[in-house]
């Protein structure tokens, strides 16, 4: 009995020890954010030409003082742009799925979108780290975490909550492989303004939190 108490004793350490790691990450969003052009490996996009998960209907946002937001003149922005903007630590979605305003014909949540493209020598084992964010209230923000297409997180923060994370395993990323994280408005933008938003992507360190299957390790569902 006292040799079992032993080993895991002996366990608990190594998982502790393991777990205290710290590897330096290879992007961060608050601190790499930059205006009027973007850090390398780092785009501001939205998803005008149609639903969130294609990376098809992706394109970049417009550089205007300290944000990026969907371009054009005036404030909102063109629908169904409108509010959409991200910030070093904040921003708006566009409009929602239930917003087919001044005649947009819109019919599908418009997300802002920070895109990382991991870059030759930051390969490896990853994931997002230290994530937060909040948001002021309505329906809620809807916040999506992808490899290229792969989905691999989904939380929807309310109001009234205070902040939320969205950590998860990225899987094994190669040079090219983009990591997305996508805000929006689940439905409606009203009072969709977010702030508090951080995150790091990280080398994963802890044996522990390896996923894997048949083929080895990889985003969730994506046969990787
Ligand atoms: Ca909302």
């Given amino acids: 009995m006292l040799r079992l108490k032993t080993l895991a004793a002996g366990l608990a350490f190594a998982l502790v020890a393991g777990g205290s790691a710290q590897a330096a990450p290879i992007a961060q969003y608050n601190l790499d954010f930059a205006t009027p052009g973007p850090n390398p490996g780092w785009a501001y996009m939205w998803n005008v030409n149609g639903p969130i998960g294609n990376t098809a209907n992706y394109t970049s946002m417009s550089p205007s003082g300290t944000r990026y937001d969907t371009g054009g003149t005036g404030w909102p922005r063109p629908e169904p742009g409108a509010y959409a903007n991200l910030i070093s630590s904040g921003g708006h979605p566009g409009r929602g799925s239930t917003q087919n305003y001044g005649g947009s014909g819109n019919t599908i949540d418009r997300y802002v979108i920070a ?57 094994n990323l190669n040079a090219g492989y983009k990591v997305y994280v996508a805000i929006g408005p689940n439905t409606h933008d009203g009072s969709d303004g977010f702030s508090g938003l951080d995150y790091h992507i990280e080398p994963v360190t802890d044996a522990s939190v390896m996923l894997w299957d048949a ?5 969730g569902g994506s046969g990787g």
């Fill in 115 to 171: 895109s990382y493209k991991v870059q030759s020598g930051q390969e490896g084992f990853h994931q997002i780290s230290n994530s937060s964010i909040s948001v002021g209230g309505g329906t809620g923000i809807d916040v999506r975490v992808y490899v290229n297409d792969v989905q691999c997180n989904r939380i929807v923060e309310y109001s009234g909550g205070g902040a939320s994370q969205f950590n998860t395993v990225l899987g």
């Fill in 215 to 219: 083929d080895g390790p990889g985003p």
